[in-house]
Structures are given as C-alpha cells and as structure tokens.
C-alpha cells in the first residue's frame, strides 16, 4: 500500500498531466493515492501517536507544497497528519454534535454520491473546493435526515427485538 502511494504521488509530482481527464473524480488512478494515504495514515496511528512535532513538520510540507505547487493534487493530504493529532489528542477538546444527533454514518454514506452530482452539476466550473464547499453542508443535511428519519429509529427497532428473543436450549 506504501509503495503504490508512493509510487501514484511521484508520478503525479513529476509528470506535466497524467490524469488528462480531472474532472473525472471517480477514476480509480486519480483517487487511489487519496485512499491509500488515508489507509495507511490509519495503520500508522495505530502503532505510534502522532504528536506536536510532527504535526509542525507536515503543516510546514503542506504549505511549501501550497507555495511551490499550488497545482499539485496531493499536497493537500499532508494536512491529514495534523488533523489526526488534533482529533486524537487528549488536551485539545473539540466540540461534538451529540445534540445534533449521530449523523457520521450518513454523511460518510451519502457524501460520495452527493459530490458526484454537484461535480457534474458544476460541469466545467467544477473545482476541488467549490465541489467541497457545496457538497459538505449538503452531506451533513442527509446524514442528519438519515439519523433522525431511519437509524434512530432502525436502532430501537433492533433493542426492541433483542430484549424479546427467547433462550434457546440445548
């Protein structure tokens, strides 16, 4: 997984064009470098912790990369390491929804679809941010609407026929 990421992040750094075809977010080429490095961002905090000074070192990459690349389509994934010490550390407290309701599985489920539609709404006006900006408060709608109108209730349902199941004997 290391090695292919490696490999897909080097040949986009090096190469003019090789995905002539950007709009195209589903190409599997052009998404898989995003995939990997979150996957293997995951294997890595489980074995060590991210700390401060890290964290320092992949902000000051990002904004170089920013500075000197602007055009580069992976430099944004240096700011994911950042973001996992914020998350995960246990001084900085960050605020939660739970008033809000539990609506990470849907956004997670219907953030995909909905920034397909808006790419294509968008058509050649279409960019990574304005993509962002339009898809996020809309896939924080449907993952509210999902929790309230389906899992909450789906998960009463499967209190409901826990608590009624009888033994079964040997």
Not at 13 to 39: C, Q, V
Not at 50 to 55: E, T
Request: proline share 8%; with cysteine; net charge positive.
């Amino acid at each position: 997984m290391a090695i292919t990421l490696a490999v897909g992040v080097t040949w986009a750094l090096f190469f003019d064009d090789p995905w002539p075809d950007r709009k195209l977010i589903t190409d599997f080429t052009f998404i898989a470098p995003y995939f990997f490095g979150g996957s293997l961002l995951w294997f890595v905090t489980e074995k060590w912790r991210p700390n401060i000074v890290l964290a320092l070192i992949f902000v000051a990459l990002g904004v170089l990369f920013y500075v000197f690349w602007p055009k580069y389509l992976y430099g944004p994934m240096l700011f994911a390491v950042p973001l996992v010490c914020i998350a995960t550390s246990p001084t900085i407290r960050l605020p939660t929804l739970e008033r809000v309701g539990d609506v990470s599985y849907g956004t997670y489920l219907y953030g995909w679809p909905v920034e397909q539609v808006v790419n294509h709404a968008l058509g050649q006006y279409s960019t990574p941010w304005t993509v962002f900006a339009l898809s996020l408060p809309t896939s924080l709608l449907f993952g509210w609407l999902s929790w309230h109108l389906l899992e909450k209730r789906a998960l009463r349902l499967k209190r409901a026929s826990f608590l009624q199941r009888q033994p079964i004997s040997p």
